[in-house]
């Protein structure tokens, strides 16, 4: 980094974002298919799953945003690897520019441009019934985990769009990510799993932040759940911009 790095990278992310404005149809498309499963399970398989006193729109949410913010990053990965296509990368080098903000510019984008499409789905989970009593302070830990986690994942888009060798490949790599939740408990409680799954379940980052994400919410005792779910949100931060500065630095070498 050098002493221009925050003006570089807050020139960077305004040019990132006036593709963003010229192309909404992107957060829209974002916001689609975690809306269509939210319909789906609320209004067709909601009332054959058995959640307690929590209303299945409320349990559900947690995970529904998990996923909206899994299917963003892929743009980040793919926005990426056009740029890197592009040549844009080797013009930025010839310039006086703090050289990683270039990725900031792209990460934050991703945080704007999830955080966009987070809100849209919240106001259609509004619309179907979702309730919540939480205060200011449970809402801003909500606020504050959706936004590592999307850092982290983003971290990991950088990476694929550096890597990639096709465009198909370089939004690819965000499908398991979409998928993970489904072995989780973001549509239905762990104790009905068969044992193998439900260890699994049990064991990985999106059962503790979807936890957390809806105990804060339905004003429930958090538990380690917060404590496991940031640790996994920091774990995979920290990782991820490890690897995909050692990439960068690889491929502008």
């Known amino acids: 980094?050098?002493?221009?790095?925050?003006?570089?990278?807050?020139?960077?992310?305004?040019?990132?974002?006036?593709?963003?404005?010229?192309?909404?149809?992107?957060?829209?498309?974002?916001?689609?298919?975690?809306?269509?499963?939210?319909?789906?399970?609320?209004?067709?398989?909601?009332?054959?799953?058995?959640?307690?006193s929590v209303s299945y729109v409320n349990y559900l949410l947690p995970g529904i945003l998990l996923?909206?913010?899994?299917?963003?990053?892929?743009?980040?990965?793919?926005?990426?690897?056009?740029?890197?296509?592009?040549?844009?990368?080797?013009?930025?080098?010839?310039?006086?520019?703090?050289?990683?903000?270039?990725?900031?510019?792209?990460?934050?984008?991703?945080?704007?441009?999830n955080l966009i499409s987070l809100v849209v789905v919240v106001v259609v989970a509004l619309l179907m019934g979702f309730r919540s009593g939480a205060g200011v302070s449970a809402w801003?830990?909500?606020?504050?985990?959706?936004?590592?986690?999307?850092l982290a994942l983003t971290w990991l888009a950088v990476i694929a769009g550096l890597?990639?060798?096709?465009?198909?490949?370089?939004?690819?790599?965000?499908?398991?990510?979409?998928?993970?939740?489904?072995?989780?408990?973001?549509?239905?409680p762990t104790d009905t799993m068969p044992g193998p799954v439900r260890a699994f379940a049990e064991n990985q980052p999106v059962t503790s932040i979807v936890n957390a994400l809806r105990n804060l919410y339905t004003q429930q005792p958090v538990g380690t759940d917060i404590w496991i779910a940031l640790a996994w949100c920091v774990?995979?931060?920290?990782?991820?911009?490890?690897?995909a500065m050692t990439t960068y630095r690889r491929k502008i070498s």
């Open 67 to 113: 996923i909206t913010i899994a299917s963003g990053i892929a743009y980040t990965a793919f926005r990426l690897f056009l740029d890197m296509k592009s040549g844009i990368f080797e013009r930025f080098q010839s310039m006086p520019i703090a050289r990683s903000s270039v990725l900031w510019a792209h990460v934050l984008t991703s945080l704007v441009a």
């Open 163 to 188: 890597s990639a060798k096709t465009v198909d490949g370089a939004s690819a790599f965000s499908y398991p990510l979409i998928f993970l939740p489904f072995i989780s408990s973001a549509f239905v």
């Open 1 to 52: 980094m050098t002493k221009h790095f925050f003006g570089d990278t807050t020139v960077l992310l305004g040019r990132s974002l006036r593709h963003i404005t010229r192309s909404v149809d992107t957060i829209i498309t974002t916001a689609i298919t975690p809306i269509a499963m939210l319909l789906l399970f609320v209004y067709v398989f909601g009332g054959a799953i058995d959640t307690g």
């Open 235 to 243: 774990g995979i931060l920290v990782v991820a911009y490890v690897f």
């Open 140 to 150: 801003l830990a909500v606020a504050g985990i959706l936004i590592l986690f999307t």
